[in-house]
């Protein structure tokens, strides 16, 4: 069932698709071309459909495009569940098989872009091609990296540094990680977080250009926190299971790879984490560009062009 709604803050209408008896938002631009396969993209944690419409807009003209809300995320429902990378997987698995039709290009930025990865990985008959923008996802133990090894600590949500409650369970043991499991800490740290001020001074961080920063940004990662079940999916973020090893999937993987590093991202070493990622897929095709953890909302103009050549350059490439 699709049921079309009035857009809220972005000028993007949008449309409600049911998954498991859950509600699923949803955007579609542009129209099918022949020989062009259709994207989508893939929000990262906090985020939403919103913090695409920039590159909706500008990529709509040659493509049909979709980006989706996941499931706990934007305007989707926000059940309690456990949430997971194999749960997102799931979710865009059946998106592409029953909304899309078809073999899709998929896009994701942080958290998306491990779903993403998740995705394309393991079930290729969904991908026509990968894009991932600044993504999260563990790699193995014994790969030399500067990052996090949990989930939820890579993808860095718009709150205190989760690092922060790591050192405290590492210094204070069995006590500190009692107390971060607590629903009063959870709520605690949830009412915190979601000050607009407080999203304003985290995007600060992690935006290379400060002009990017509207109020229109803050009210779209905002608004979200105000829903039903809201509380009950940041608090999921502190058990969420590490899920399969990035090293593990690009193994798996056997579509054309895209990666567009925001160079600048304090949260991801970019030159770095790229090693990593040539190390195992050796293939991909790749680009830096002066912008941070979110590039495709800080710096469209670069970002769009090299993501639509990329794309029509891969036409004949089938996974």
Request: proline share 6%; with cysteine.
């Amino acid at each position: 069932m699709q049921t079309a709604i009035n857009p809220s803050t972005t000028s993007i209408p949008g449309q409600y698709w049911q998954w498991r008896g859950h509600n699923i938002y949803y955007v579609k631009a542009g129209n099918k071309h022949a020989q062009r396969p259709p994207l989508l993209l893939v929000h990262g944690f906090g985020a939403s459909t919103d913090h695409w419409r920039k590159n909706i807009t500008g990529l709509s003209e040659d493509f049909e495009v979709y980006a989706i809300d996941l499931l706990g995320y934007g305007r989707s429902a926000k059940p309690k569940l456990q949430y997971c990378g194999d749960l997102w997987r799931d979710q865009l698995y059946d998106f592409i098989t029953e909304v899309i039709g078809e073999k899709a290009v998929i896009a994701g930025n942080s958290l998306g872009g491990y779903a993403s990865l998740c995705l394309a990985a393991q079930f290729p008959d969904a991908a026509a091609g990968l894009v991932l923008l600044n993504s999260a996802g563990p790699f193995s133990k014994n790969q030399s990296t500067s990052e996090p090894e949990g989930l939820q600590t890579e993808i860095q949500p718009p709150s205190p540094d989760l690092n922060f409650t790591k050192q405290l369970q590492q210094i204070f043991g069995g006590i500190a990680k009692w107390v971060f499991q607590q629903p009063l800490t959870h709520f605690i740290i949830f009412q915190y977080i979601r000050q607009r001020w407080v999203i304003r001074q985290t995007l600060e961080k992690v935006y290379l250009d400060k002009g990017a920063i509207t109020e229109q940004l803050i009210e779209e990662i905002h608004r979200p926190s105000c829903d039903e079940g809201a509380l009950d999916v940041f608090a999921s973020m502190f058990t969420t299971p590490q899920g399969e090893k990035v090293d593990v999937l690009l193994q798996q993987l056997s579509c054309p790879l895209l990666l567009l590093w925001g160079e600048a991202d304090p949260w991801v070493n970019a030159r770095e984490r790229s090693q990593q990622f040539r190390r195992y897929y050796p293939e991909l095709s790749e680009y830096f560009l002066k912008a941070g953890h979110c590039p495709h909302d800080e710096v469209p103009d670069q970002l769009n062009p090299l993501f639509r050549d990329w794309v029509l350059n891969q036409l004949t490439v089938n996974c």
